[in-house]
């Protein structure tokens, strides 16, 4: 009975992490447009500059972790392990969370998050390069179908009908979208060997302590003119839900999930974020998807899983999927 009471919450753990990394995406769409696109006097509502948000919710965060490096056992922080957690953070959130922010704000929630889903297979490729191994056939398969469907996702914008037209209307926010995900694999390549020898726990507190030391003066300059009234309810409870949700409780919940599930199964959860992403999207947004954009987000998640399949015959040695999260 306990272990079924433990598996229970496992899943339900796993399913607050889905909900509120797939919802992160929604959120920021919102935080930087005010939650009111336009109404019938054309008023557009005010919402949060990029790089403000982002100090925002580094700062909160990093008030959440930062305490947790002082409880840890001494340790002997070096110059050289100081430089690669700085590389380490540079990649993300860094990077990664620059180009997505300004991503999210040109292109919908979900062609974002559909996007960043390439994220795993993205790193199994490059992590193969580097070792100087030749991709298997899952591998190989799993990558060009992901790459398909990334070219249909962002090849115009087209109708349901209009397969055959491709356009050459790429909105640049999907351009951004892709070098996040590779920002992404690179943190995830180097997070990897750190989280390793310091532990998740330590590897996020500093993550969360080197974002808001880059955020915080960039926010400042980029936030000087605001006029914080202006700023809509809506966009300061989605920079609240944001700080609290995807960063900190969805980490919490994962965290428990892959103790309890096995980095596998709760890795297949994760899989189900951009499709959260764009039902959120669909009913908080007016967001819709043409068909092209459903079956290039059907061909990104097939890349996904048939890249990331362990064969039963053999261990998984795997990392766990990287979360995308807006």
């Keep these: 009975m306990t272990a079924m009471r433990a598996s229970a919450t496992a899943w339900m753990a796993l399913a607050v992490a889905v909900v509120c990394w797939g919802l992160s995406f929604v959120g920021s769409k919102i935080a930087l447009s005010g939650g009111i696109v336009s109404d019938a006097s054309g008023v557009h509502g005010q919402g949060l500059p990029p790089l403000t948000l982002l100090a925002i919710r580094f700062c909160i965060g990093a008030l959440v972790f930062g305490p947790l490096l002082l409880r840890r056992p001494r340790q002997r922080w070096t110059l050289r392990m100081l430089a690669r957690i700085l590389a380490m953070a540079a990649c993300l959130p860094g990077a990664y969370f620059v180009l997505e922010i300004y991503a999210v704000s040109m292109t919908t929630a979900a062609k974002a998050a559909l996007i960043a889903a390439c994220i795993p297979v993205t790193v199994l490729c490059i992590g193969s390069l580097l070792r100087g191994e030749r991709p298997g056939w899952r591998l190989g398969c799993g990558a060009a179908a992901a790459l398909a469907g990334v070219a249909m996702l962002v090849a115009g914008q087209g109708g349901l009908g209009g397969l055959g037209d491709l356009g050459t209307g790429i909105n640049p926010g999907d351009g951004l979208m892709l070098l996040a995900v590779l920002a992404a694999a690179g943190y995830m390549l180097q997070a990897d060997t750190l989280g390793r020898e310091l532990g998740v726990q330590a590897v996020t507190a500093w993550q969360m302590l080197w974002g ?115």
């Design 212 to 326: 808001a030391a880059f955020f915080l003066p960039l926010g400042l300059w980029q936030g000087a003119g605001l006029e914080l009234a202006a700023v809509t309810s809506q966009a300061w409870l989605a920079t609240l839900g944001l700080a609290l949700f995807p960063t900190l409780a969805a980490f919490w919940a994962y965290n428990h999930a892959l103790a309890h599930l096995g980095a596998g199964r709760a890795s297949l959860g994760i899989n189900l974020v951009p499709l959260v992403a764009a039902l959120g999207a669909w009913a908080m947004l007016g967001e819709a998807m043409t068909l092209r954009q459903g079956l290039g987000g059907a061909g990104i998640l097939l890349g996904v899983l048939l890249a990331t399949a362990t064969p039963r015959t053999a261990p998984a040695t795997q990392p766990a999927a990287a979360c995308p999260e807006g």
